[in-house]
């Protein structure tokens, strides 16, 4: 049975984690894709063999004393009318800085809730590659009392993108330098007026 949390409940979480939104979209990425009225759901794909359900609610995935590049990962989950979807649910989990999946514990493993416009960010790293796959994040996304959108999201201009058969132009995220970092902004778009 999903767990639907209050908005207060979730709140709460996010401020006892040091979450805010206040600076966070203040980034020069364009949304991706661009909604408009009646636009096609973000592309389905499979979950991959990693998947672990009870993620840590968190917005920091960074591991301490990891030396991978720091990814800032934003957007919005809107419905197919463009309306922000508040407290959807956005879960994400990766490869690590060795191409290695954390099936024991959650490393690089997390979830958090949009806030009241639909928003989300998360802070990790960048992936490493391993043996047939670019690089790549994979994630779940669910609105309230709605079904799961599972999908993944890639990065621009990897070699790997061409030699993938997974690979999806749709799913490739916005990149921007940020310092030492990377920006990275995705909207999904889900099946939902």
Same mark, same amino acid.
């Given at each position: !049975?999903?767990?639907?949390?209050?908005? *207060?409940?979730?709140?709460?979480?996010?401020?006892?984690?040091?979450?805010?939104?206040?600076?966070?979209?203040?980034?020069?990425?364009?949304?991706?894709?661009?909604?408009?009225? %009646?636009?096609?759901?973000?592309?389905?794909?499979?979950?991959?063999?990693?998947?672990?359900?009870?993620?840590?609610?968190?917005?920091?995935?960074?591991?301490?004393?990891?030396?991978? @590049? @720091?990814?800032?990962?934003?957007?919005?989950?809107?419905? *197919?009318?463009?309306?922000?979807?508040?407290?959807?649910?956005?879960?994400?989990? +990766? =490869?690590?800085? *060795? %191409?290695?999946?954390?099936?024991? %514990?959650?490393?690089? *493993?997390? $979830?958090?809730?949009?806030?009241?416009?639909?928003?989300?960010?998360? +802070?990790?790293?960048?992936?490493?590659? &391993?043996? %047939? @796959?670019?690089? $790549? &994040? +994979?994630?779940?996304?669910? =609105?309230?009392?709605?079904?799961?959108?599972?999908?993944?999201?890639?990065?621009?201009?990897?070699? !790997?993108?061409? #030699?993938?058969?997974?690979? #999806? +132009?749709?799913?490739? !995220? #916005? !990149?921007?330098?940020?310092?030492?970092?990377?920006?990275?902004?995705?909207?999904?778009?889900?099946?939902?007026?």
């Amino acid at each position: !049975m999903p767990f639907y949390p209050t908005r *207060r409940g979730v709140l709460g979480t996010l401020a006892a984690t040091g979450f805010a939104f206040d600076d966070a979209f203040a980034q020069p990425l364009t949304p991706t894709p661009q909604c408009h009225d %009646g636009d096609e759901p973000t592309i389905r794909q499979s979950e991959g063999p990693y998947f672990k359900p009870s993620s840590p609610l968190r917005v920091d995935l960074l591991e301490p004393n990891s030396k991978a @590049r @720091r990814v800032q990962l934003s957007g919005q989950v809107l419905t *197919r009318s463009c309306q922000p979807v508040p407290q959807a649910l956005v879960d994400l989990w +990766h =490869a690590d800085e *060795r %191409g290695e999946y954390d099936s024991a %514990g959650f490393r690089y *493993r997390g $979830h958090l809730f949009t806030d009241a416009e639909g928003r989300y960010r998360l +802070h990790t790293i960048l992936p490493a590659l &391993y043996t %047939g @796959r670019t690089r $790549h &994040y +994979h994630v779940k996304v669910q =609105a309230p009392r709605q079904g799961v959108l599972t999908t993944q999201l890639y990065f621009p201009d990897e070699p !790997m993108n061409r #030699r993938d058969g997974l690979f #999806r +132009h749709e799913l490739v !995220m #916005r !990149m921007a330098e940020a310092g030492d970092g990377l920006l990275a902004r995705f909207d999904f778009v889900l099946d939902a007026r």
